[in-house]
């Protein structure tokens, strides 16, 4: 789909906030929503990398700023939540994005890496509802869109713990879906092999090996992008509920 094909009139002006916005699928999403009129507002913890892509989008003609973001820390999440009502007035869509992959078989018992996984795919997904919610609830309206993953659905060897916590952001989307009271529209968008940083947060070299190979096949991050374009744009009536998108050669 060409960025000219958007529905503009259901991205225009939306304020949207992206975590783990400096690479990846929150960079190719909040290129593809700020060709789309979307207000950004960019979280994630590479300043450098946050001002450069503000900086591009705004050359380009749109509107981007951006707070350096841990999503493990509660405060720093809502400060970007108050960054956005600061700057915008409101907030309609956020996009919990900011993850992290370091699989390994458990007996490997990589334990700090097991609680880093917590703490970013469980936690930061929380505490980003918990700093939209209040906002979006003022205004009856709002889209929480939480990036699951392929192995929110299966799983796979060496990868229980991550597959856990994609299976819990899934539950949270669903939970969050059934709370809505018809005011919030919440989207889980589950991805499988995509081109991005993902994989290099593996430490175990045996694992790193075998999923290397299996992203061989893996697809540009704008695929993820224009799914999620596609959940923003719809009219308020519409919540699209869950997308799996996978590269067409991947089995699982």
């Known amino acids: 789909m060409d960025v000219n094909n958007l529905n503009t009139d259901g991205i225009k002006d939306k304020v949207v906030i992206i975590t783990g916005a400096s690479s990846g699928l929150g960079e190719a999403t909040a290129k593809r929503l700020a060709k789309g009129g979307a207000r950004l507002v960019l979280g994630a913890r590479r300043e450098d990398r946050l001002k450069a892509l503000c900086d591009d989008i705004k050359a380009d003609g749109g509107q981007a700023v951006y707070r350096v973001t841990d999503v493990t820390s509660r405060e720093q999440v809502e400060a970007l939540a108050k960054l ?44 980003g509802i918990a700093a939209v919610l209040p906002t979006m609830r003022e205004q009856h309206e709002g889209h929480v869109i939480n990036l699951s993953s392929v192995a929110g ?5 060496a990868a229980s713990v991550y597959c856990a916590t994609k299976f819990a952001v899934k539950a ?81």
């Open 84 to 127: 956005a009502r600061d700057e915008f007035g409101r907030i309609d869509v956020l996009v919990n994005n900011a993850g992290l992959m370091p699989l390994s078989p458990l007996d490997k018992l990589k334990v700090d890496e097991w609680e880093q996984m917590v703490d970013v795919n469980i936690k930061g997904v929380l505490y």
């Open 153 to 157: 659905h299966v799983v796979f060897p």
């Open 172 to 252: 949270l989307t669903e939970g969050l879906r059934q709370e809505s009271n018809g005011e919030i529209r919440a989207t889980n968008i589950s991805p499988g092999a995509i081109d991005t940083e993902l994989t290099r947060t593996i430490s175990d070299d045996e694992t790193a090996e075998g999923v290397n190979e299996l992203y061989t096949l893996a697809i540009d991050a704008d695929a993820v992008a224009r799914a999620i374009a596609f959940a923003v744009e719809q009219p308020g009536d519409v919540d699209v509920n869950e997308l799996i998108l996978r590269p067409t050669r991947q089995e699982l």
